[in-house]
Every structure is written in structure tokens, then in C-alpha cells.
């Protein structure tokens, strides 16, 4: 009796020791290196390997394999320690899920124009942004992580939480509104991001006009040792340095670069086709405030960054504008009621008053000048190159002087509509612009004529544009295909090819809803961010926002939106590419 009282007892003692111990063990908090495990392999992410893992694992260390993996792939940032086996906070641990969804950016650019301010939870700064893409995204993340981010990520936690990624698989949104006195400003994250098979080091994108100076900066690059080489883009050829199989060692090489090149590291190939997709709008009330254009040209005398050119005029908000060639727009510019640059036939342009009044088609100008009481002369462009026996006329707008002059050019400054000055372009050491007025380059028989007419003599500048309602705007710029006008699809191509309409690529759209200007820029080329869109798809944004009339920009690595004084998109390779003008709000 005694002995079964005593076995009873002993059965007693190891039930409760048993319940005890599984209680503790179902709330016992889970590793780091155990948290990257198990969003590794919710999300079926590729174990990359490299040689230039954290110090602190090694193949022994239990899921270190996940963990340089995840380094690897750029999800945990490059430091020299991990400390895989520190228990994970609840807040990390949804920063490692978000990054590892492809949300990196929209979590930089958030951290960039939201006032985070440290709350009575004690989360880190730099976890904020994450927390807010996880609350505010569909599927929202589990609530243990988002109602008590410092406490340490227990067994249950873990598994919703791998329940969650799996079900953001299926299809995430991301999506947040933010408003400023004068602009509404939309973020829109679709589709988790999918990692690329490699990674370079983008250098430099050279002009296509300059190949030898691509073929200059890839040969000094092999001369430090560099696996360097010259791709041939539609747009530029890129100087890049690769492919490297993981993102740590493109980034080791980007860090050990000489200090004078500004360079990226970019995705080079994607695992499959990537379902991630970002964009953001920017909205306005057209009658509320007018978009100005600013040319970089004449502040700088080249072209610049969309950043410098939106901090330079102090504005509030700055979208890129049209297509161009060096630094040289391509097609009509008009500025505060001036043509500064001649339309590009068969393109489609968008002008606008101060009232808010929007003209949108396909433009023609009439420019000539008028010497004196009786003759005139048409006028081939306006801050270009004349052809022989033909003259153009370069304006304040250009820069300080005209570049690329013909030696047998005439040049006749005009100020306060009075001619003061003649020389010829082939002796003279500067084309210098009068600041009040313009410059007149004539070739040919044109020369002959203005070679004779005498200093003091009246010249004029008379300029219309067709269709005749494009004469009431006070600022234009020329880009093209129209997508939408009036609500309906626009199919034309305006001269541009399958490979630039049919594929994805990143783009900027101009659009109108009939009260409202929106400027929204899609990013592409990243499959861990954004795929980017063809025309079609972009069209289907556009009717998304409810815009009625819409037309495409420049777009590639020319994409860029500024407010806030940052871009609140990411340029491909996470760099911003030089441009001749900039459409902004003060």
C-alpha cells in the first residue's frame, strides 16, 4: 500500500514537472538566429553563401546557414556580428520580416518623411517605420508583434508569424496617405519581392554619344584589380563592376572604391518574375497652385539631379520632366510664357496657365525674327545648332553661353531688342547669352544678311504655337505617348518602339482628373522592390487614381519625385540620373 501510495506520488511529481516543463518551453523566448530560420523558409529564400559572412557563425552554428543567407541576400544589414543566439524582440523580428517581404525601401523612405517620435513602448527609431508597414499593410501582421514590440518572440508568436508570411505569399498591399497644406501624397506596395540571381556595382552611365569614355572608366577599373565591364543600354552605357553572387560582396567592393565615384549596387537578373510593384502620387489642386519648370541649364550650365535642382529652388514638390539628349531637352519648353526650346514633332505636350487651365495634343511653333521696320527671317530652333543657311537663336535659358557652334556661324547679340554686338563663331573664344536678351547664330546666306545689317538696328522675336488654345499657357514641356484623354485609351505610339511601350520598365506619368494634377512615378528594374510597368499597366494605374487625361514622361533612371526635401521613390540602383529640367511647386 505504502509503495503505491509512493509510485502515486512520484506519478504526481512527474506530471507536474512534465506540464511545467512544456509551459515553459511553449513560452520560452526564441533566438534571433531562429527567427531569420523560420522567415527564410516561409518565404523560400535561395541559401546564398559568401565568403564574407558575420564573424560570429559559422557552420556550426545552429540555422547559420539561413543567417549568412539572409546577409547574403541584403536582408540583415552588413555589420561584422550577429549575435545569432540573443533572444529576438518581438519588434526585430518583424524589421526582419518586412525587409526580408522586399519592403527595405518603402521602410527608408517612410523614415524619411514621417516624424517617428520614440512612444512609451521604448521601440528603437530605426524599428518604427517597420512597425508601420506591418500594421498598416493586408494581411496585417499578427497583433502579439505589433501590441507588445519590446517583449522577447515566443514559440506561439513565431508560428503566427510564419503563418503570416505565408499568407503575404498569396498577395500584400502595403498602402499610406499622407497630406501636406497643398499635396496628397499616395504610397502604394504591392506583391512580396523576390530576390535576383546577382548583383553589380553600377558605376557610371555614360552617354551613348561617348562610348570611348565608357571604355576609359572600364579599363581603369580593371587596372585596380576589378572585374569591370561595359554594358550597352537603350539609354546609356553602364560601367559596372561584377556580377557578384551575394550582396555583401558587391557592397564590400562598392566601399573599397576610390573615393571621387559615386557608385551603386543594382540587381543584375531575377530568380523569376518578380510580383513586387511600387508607385506613388502626388496630388494637386491645379487651380489651388502652379507647377513651374526649372532648367538645370541655367543655374548650373549642365544638366543635374532632380534633388539638386528641387533643393536649389527651395520647392515643396518636383517631378522629372521630359525626354532629352546629353543635356539638352527634346521638345517644346515653354517657361513663364517663353518657348526656350521648339516642339518635337509627332510627340504629345501638356501646358497649363496660372488659373489652372490644362492644354494637352501635339504642337507645332512658328518662331521668326524681325530685323528692323520690314525684314523677317523663320527662325529652324530655339537653343540649337543652325543648319547652312539657316538661324537659330539661343536664350538666357540655355546657360551663359551657346556650345557647339559651327566655325563658319555668324553671331549677333541682341540686347533690349537692339543689336550690339557681331563676331564670328570660329575666332571667338566665348558665345556668351546676354542675360537681357538672346543670341542669334546665322550660317550661310543668312550670315551674308546679318553680316551687313548695322549695330543698333531693332531685332524681334515673334513666336505662336498650333493648336492656337497652346498660346494661352504660360508653361509646357513636351513628353509622350498620350495614354488617357477624357477617360478613354489612348493606343498611339508617337514614333516609340515595342521594346520601350511593351516592356516594364520604371515610368513617370502626368495626369489630370479635371480639378486635380497627379505626378506618379512607378520604380522598376529591382525585383526585391518593384518590377516596374509596361504603358498598358501604367494606363491602368492612372484609371486606378481616377485620372481622365494622362500622359507618359521620361522614365527609366530619369523616374524621380521629391517632397518633404527627399525622393519619395527609389531610382534604380538607388541613384538619381542628371536631367536638363525639372517640373516643381514652391
Avoid at 8 to 18: E, N, P, T, Y
Avoid at 28 to 42: F, K, L, Q, T
Avoid at 67 to 77: E, H, M, N, R
Avoid at 401 to 416: N, P, T, W
Wanted: net charge neutral; aromatic share 10%.
Amino acid at each position: 500500500m505504502l509503495s503505491g501510495r509512493k509510485g502515486k506520488a512520484r506519478s504526481i511529481i512527474l506530471l507536474v514537472f512534465c506540464l511545467v516543463l512544456l509551459q515553459t518551453s511553449t513560452a520560452a523566448a526564441i533566438s534571433r538566429g531562429e527567427v531569420v530560420y523560420e522567415i527564410m523558409s516561409a518565404l523560400e529564400l535561395p541559401l546564398v553563401q559568401g565568403d564574407s559572412g558575420f564573424v560570429d557563425v559559422s557552420k556550426l552554428t545552429l540555422h547559420g546557414e539561413s543567417i549568412q543567407a539572409a546577409k547574403a541576400l541584403g536582408i540583415l544589414p552588413p555589420f561584422e556580428h550577429f549575435h545569432p543566439t540573443l533572444e529576438a524582440a518581438n519588434a526585430e523580428a518583424v524589421m526582419f520580416a518586412v525587409r526580408a517581404l522586399g519592403l527595405f525601401n518603402e521602410a527608408e523612405i517612410l523614415s524619411s518623411i514621417c516624424e517617428f517620435e520614440g512612444d512609451k513602448s521604448g521601440v528603437p527609431l530605426h524599428l518604427m517605420p517597420y512597425m508601420a508597414i506591418a500594421s498598416e499593410m493586408t494581411p496585417k501582421a499578427p497583433d502579439e508583434f505589433l501590441s507588445n514590440p519590446r517583449d522577447n518572440v515566443t514559440r506561439s508568436g513565431l508560428n503566427s508569424l510564419v503563418a503570416w508570411l505565408k499568407n503575404c505569399k498569396n498577395g500584400l498591399i502595403f498602402e499610406k496617405t499622407l497630406r501636406d497644406d497643398i499635396v496628397t501624397v499616395t504610397m502604394h506596395r504591392e506583391g512580396i519581392g523576390r530576390p535576383p540571381k546577382l548583383w553589380l556595382v553600377l558605376v557610371d552611365e555614360i552617354p551613348l554619344d561617348a562610348e570611348a569614355k565608357a571604355r576609359d572608366l572600364s579599363g581603369y577599373l580593371k587596372n585596380l584589380g576589378l572585374p569591370a565591364f561595359v554594358v550597352r543600354q537603350e539609354w546609356a552605357f553602364q560601367v559596372t563592376i561584377g556580377p557578384f553572387a551575394n550582396y555583401i560582396k558587391a557592397y564590400e567592393v562598392l566601399t573599397s572604391l576610390p573615393k571621387h565615384l559615386t557608385a551603386s549596387i543594382v540587381p543584375y537578373g531575377a530568380a523569376e518574375e518578380s510580383p513586387a510593384l511600387f508607385w506613388v502620387a502626388l496630388a494637386f489642386d491645379a487651380a489651388r497652385v502652379t507647377p513651374k519648370i526649372a532648367l538645370s541649364s541655367t543655374e548650373y550650365g549642365t544638366s543635374n539631379p532632380l534633388s539638386e535642382m528641387a533643393r536649389e529652388k527651395n520647392a515643396r514638390a518636383a517631378v522629372n520632366g521630359g525626354y532629352f539628349s546629353g543635356v539638352k531637352p527634346i521638345g517644346l519648353v515653354m517657361m513663364d510664357g517663353k518657348v526656350v526650346y521648339t516642339p518635337y514633332s509627332g510627340r504629345t505636350a501638356i501646358g497649363w496657365d496660372d488659373s489652372g487651365k490644362i492644354f494637352i495634343g501635339q504642337v507645332r511653333a512658328k518662331v521668326k525674327v524681325k530685323v528692323g521696320t520690314s525684314a523677317e527671317f523663320h527662325v529652324e530652333g530655339v537653343n540649337v545648332a543652325p543648319t547652312y543657311h539657316g538661324i537659330t537663336i539661343y536664350t538666357p535659358e540655355f546657360g551663359p553661353e551657346a556650345r557647339g557652334l559651327q566655325s563658319d556661324a555668324l553671331e549677333v547679340m541682341v540686347r533690349g531688342g537692339k543689336i550690339t554686338w557681331k563676331q564670328g563663331a570660329g575666332t571667338a573664344a566665348h558665345h556668351y547669352i546676354p542675360r537681357d536678351g538672346f543670341l542669334l547664330v546665322a550660317r550661310g546666306n543668312s550670315r551674308q544678311f546679318f553680316a551687313n545689317v548695322v549695330l543698333g538696328t531693332d531685332v524681334e522675336v515673334i513666336s505662336t504655337l498650333e493648336p492656337q488654345e497652346f498660346n494661352h499657357a504660360k508653361w509646357a514641356f513636351q513628353a509622350g505617348p498620350l495614354l488617357l484623354t477624357n477617360g478613354m485609351d489612348v493606343n498611339v505610339s508617337e514614333g516609340f518602339k515595342p521594346s520601350f511601350t511593351d516592356k516594364r520598365h520604371p515610368r513617370t506619368l502626368w495626369g489630370s482628373d479635371g480639378s486635380k494634377v497627379y505626378w506618379v512615378v512607378v520604380d522598376g528594374r529591382d525585383p526585391w522592390h518593384s518590377r516596374g510597368v509596361t504603358l498598358h499597366e501604367l494606363r491602368s494605374v492612372a484609371k486606378r487614381l481616377g485620372i481622365k487625361d494622362a500622359v507618359n514622361l521620361d522614365g527609366g533612371g530619369s523616374s524621380a519625385l521629391w517632397w518633404k526635401g527627399v525622393l519619395i521613390n527609389h531610382s534604380p540602383g538607388g541613384r538619381e540620373r542628371p536631367l536638363p529640367y525639372i517640373i516643381y511647386l514652391d
